[in-house]
DNA sequence: ACTTATTTGTCCGTATGTATA
DNA sequence: CTATACATACGGACAAATAAG
């Protein structure tokens, strides 16, 4: 049985990811609480959890707020993201079972069939999936939950790439040849197209600039 | 204004590191707030954000206990531990300034004068001022908060690999030959150069199960 | 299997510090 | 600058769940 605390950090997490907390904002602890049905102490322990994974921050007496991620500190985070991805893609290369496989190129094919989903977000699920199959085949516990918990702080940045015109198809044209990379045992190549489909997110300035402004006007 | 909480993780947190509580003992609330002379509450907040760290295991109902870290596991992590440290180098190779360079060759000089010092632990204070200077080259103030995250958690193992016969002298020489690549913008081979120096520690399994037995009997 | 005892998880009251008029 | 209002940090109490006998 899971901890009531564990829930609502998932609960207001999912918030933040999906935008309905914006950066900035501040978060009211007796308004989470009674919006939950819950009194402060567990909504204060989500929050602390919520603060050392990064997602937010917590000023001494003065409340807390959804961290505000600097353009700059952004690009530093994807880039620490791509080499994790890469690594867990060159263990991948040489690690995973046939089973793995299977895994994999399910989620793979799960991603083609959304390609064209009239919401975008459902690619943008169901590539998650992908890629925690190649965390998963890394067979490095530790490092699955390093990259987990960087992609879960990048989330909502991921998402909203995804939204520029034409990046969904480039993305699954990436994710092939990494498929293959993978599955033929070509360790340093996996690493490398994994790497650079990451970095494209973070190379674009621009692009990530403009969804920052983005993120923090809409609230749905 | 520092919270309470805060200064209370700060202080179990050295415990922990520094045997004071062994791996796997539990960690009794009660216990600890009245031996800190506060209530239950910011001991509570102090063992959530351990164990967001992965420094304690909070087990639902059933309290929290110091981590045990396997060797598997410790294995995992001095894998991961290896590729970060060759982020930073490969980056530090490709950015660091002439300032940089000379306080990376200033803090490689203080480790050869602390080769044949009588306590074997003044090569591993300055060995650590080392790397520090190769994250800091980085100019990645993300990745240089992650290297030190993970190099905290894994100091005390580190510290007893130097323990073993020769390996001062060797860790010198692999720390030469890295200073040579960064300084000469060789990036790929610092990387390379600096992972396998990581790994040596990594790799000799025995030792490190060795080691572990006798981390946890010795409390000082 | 039942009872007891200890410990955790949660609620609520209070005081202190911050922001605002 | 003072005072007021309000949100947070902490303490204490209660209930529920686990472990022990």
Redesign the pocket.
């Known amino acids: ?1 899971k ?3 564990e829930l609502l950090r998932e609960a207001i997490e999912e918030m933040i990811a999906v935008g309905k907390l914006a950066p900035g904002q ?5 308004e989470l ?1 009674t919006q939950f ?6 909504i ?2 989500a929050l602390i959890q919520l603060a050392s994974m990064g997602i937010i921050v ?7 707020i959804v961290a505000e991620i600097s353009p700059q500190k952004l690009i530093e985070m994807f880039e620490v993201m791509s080499e994790i991805e890469a690594m867990c893609a060159r263990l991948a290369a040489r690690r995973m079972s046939p089973a793995d496989h299977a895994a994999l190129l399910a989620a793979h094919h799960a991603c083609e069939e959304a390609r064209n989903a009239p919401d975008p977000d459902e690619y943008f699920y169901r590539g998650e999936t992908f890629h925690q199959c190649i965390y998963a085949g890394s067979h490095n516990a530790f490092l699955i939950e390093q990259a987990r918990t960087l992609h879960r702080r990048l989330r909502p940045y991921r998402r909203l790439q995804l939204r520029v015109h034409g990046r969904i198809d480039k993305s699954f044209s990436e994710h092939d040849a990494v498929v293959q990379a993978i599955i033929e045992g070509r360790s340093d190549a996996a690493g490398e197209l994994l790497r650079d489909h990451i970095m494209i997110q973070g190379h674009r300035f621009t692009d990530l600039i403009a969804s920052l402004s983005r993120i923090s006007n809409q609230a749905a």
Do not use: F, I, Q, W
């Not at 049905?37 to 567990?42: A, E, K, L, Q």
């Open positions: 049985m901890k009531r605390s501040h978060l009211d602890e007796t609480a049905g819950v009194s402060r102490t567990p204060r322990e917590m000023r001494p007496r003065r409340g807390a």
